[in-house]
């Protein structure tokens, strides 16, 4: 199975900062990677998909890249409603799996 | 309106059986392949099952092999999973959710762009 490494576990930030967030694969899985935010009692909600495409009706402080087996969400200006939890999921081969999630909290 | 609505959660025992629905409206249900997608609680997002369009291909997590089956009924533009021999690590809200395939569906360039709320489901004596 591909294994997804997600750091960190958890962040805090301020309104207005820039954050970015990692996700590392365990092999080459070329741009099938998707970003998703969860907030609480909520299902997630598609940020990121292809790795660097922003799904129709995400902010465009959300941005996404790639290096490698090396991911990127970036949020370029905080915002009070970003503060959640984030998911990286690649979608390369079977079985799927997700990253085990970054925390983005309130400083 | 666009939408997935679970239902079947419940407490049952370990060793019980459980069978969830998922209602979907807003979309042609029968062009997209579906998903179920788990949370236990606290804890991350662990995926199930994908069912295809016409529900040829069927693709699970090697946990719930033997024990679990994802169908779907397009008549009744629903989802269904099965769920036998239940453990307490089965614990957890599970979603529906709808695929989104940029492309060819077999390329890996697809994504889940639609969820439900997610049922609850405790397995516990």
């Known amino acids: 199975d591909i294994q997804m490494t997600q750091s960190p576990s958890s962040l805090s930030a301020s309104v207005g900062d820039r954050v970015t967030i990692t996700c590392r694969a365990s092999?080459?899985?070329?741009?099938?990677l998707n970003w998703y935010q969860q907030e609480p009692g909520n299902a997630p909600r598609l940020l990121i998909y292809a790795a660097s495409s922003l799904q129709s009706g995400v902010p465009s402080r959300f941005s996404g890249s790639v290096s490698g087996t090396d991911f990127s969400l970036t949020i370029s200006s905080l915002q009070p409603e970003d503060f959640a939890t984030y998911y990286c999921q690649q979608t390369y081969t079977m079985p799927i799996t997700f990253g085990q999630g970054t925390r983005l909290e309130i400083k | 309106e666009v939408q997935l609505v679970e239902s079947g959660g419940g407490l049952v025992q370990p060793g019980g059986s459980l069978r969830l629905s998922c209602a979907t409206s807003?979309?042609?249900?029968?062009?997209?392949?579906m998903s179920w997608v788990r949370q236990a609680p606290g804890k991350g997002l662990d995926w199930v099952a994908n069912?295809?369009?016409?529900?040829?291909?069927?693709y699970y997590v090697d946990s719930v092999k033997g024990r679990f089956t994802i169908s779907r009924d397009n008549a009744k533009n629903s989802l269904y999973l099965q769920m036998n021999s239940l453990r307490a690590e089965d614990t957890s809200v599970y979603y529906c959710?709808?695929?989104?395939?940029?492309?060819?569906?077999?390329?890996?360039?697809?994504?889940?762009?639609?969820w439900g709320r997610g049922t609850l489901v405790t397995v516990s004596s």
């Open positions: 069912i295809k369009q016409d529900g040829s291909e069927k």
């Open positions: 807003g979309f042609t249900f029968s062009s997209y392949w």
């Open positions: 959710a709808k695929i989104y395939c940029a492309g060819d569906c077999y390329s890996g360039y697809w994504y889940f762009d639609l």
């Open positions: 092999q080459s899985i070329s741009s099938c």
